[in-house]
């Protein structure tokens, strides 16, 4: 079973940053791509930034220059660097991962509030 558990999200002023972490544990699974999501009240959850094994990153229009997808796979984490943060940033921000094998099951953590106000 894979489990993912995001750290690192809270309230910041506009302009300001926060990094997201999220640590994967569980055993016998292989890794397409991780990523992270964000929903805001009353909207749909979107894709903010994916990182595919061997592959580039790749970002919403709305985060890119701002923010950087990373992985250092030998601790088993994906990061998100939030620079420049805005209010249309705030949102519950989720990681994501997509399996390699089989049906390449997606799974999600448990989300982590990211505020952004004065």
């Known amino acids: 079973q894979v489990q993912l558990v995001e750290s690192g999200g809270g309230l910041v002023q506009p302009g300001g940053s926060l990094r997201l972490s999220c640590a994967v544990s569980?055993?016998?699974?292989?890794?397409?791509?991780m990523g992270w999501y964000r929903q805001a009240p009353g909207k749909q959850r979107e894709l903010v930034a994916i990182i595919p094994s061997g592959g580039s990153a790749n970002y919403a229009d709305s985060v890119k220059g701002r923010f950087t997808i990373s992985r250092d796979n030998a601790k088993s984490t994906v990061y998100l660097q939030m620079n420049s943060l805005k209010p249309d940033d705030t949102a519950v921000y989720y990681c994501?991962?997509?399996?390699?094998?089989?049906?390449?099951?997606?799974?999600w953590g448990q989300g982590t509030q990211v505020t952004v106000s004065s």
């Open positions: 569980g055993s016998g699974f292989s890794i397409y791509a």
């Open positions: 994501w991962l997509k399996g390699l094998f089989g049906s390449r099951p997606d799974y």
